[in-house]
């Protein structure tokens, strides 16, 4: 996922770019698909992101419940 940011920030360089030349206002198309191939990519890096997130919070109550468990078995014997 490391390529998406970067490739999110290479693309913002290049949108950056257009906005300083003279010429890259009069090309409002290509700015705009910069500008959506941008969020495509944001978004999948959120989402991943989310997913991850999720994982992780998921391992977290794994680890508690096995916790308990074995906390609750070492009383018994």
Known sequence: ??????FIEHLG???KLM?????????KTVLKYVDILIDIHQKRFDEYEKNMLEEHEKD??????????????????
Request: net charge negative; glycine share 2%.
């Open 13 to 15: 360089n290049i949108k």
């Open 60 to 77: 977290n109550l794994n680890n508690k419940i096995k916790e308990v468990y074995y906390e609750s078995n070492d009383r018994v014997i």
């Open 19 to 27: 906005m300083a030349s003279p010429y890259g206002r009069a090309n």
């Open 1 to 6: 996922m490391i390529e998406e940011l970067e």
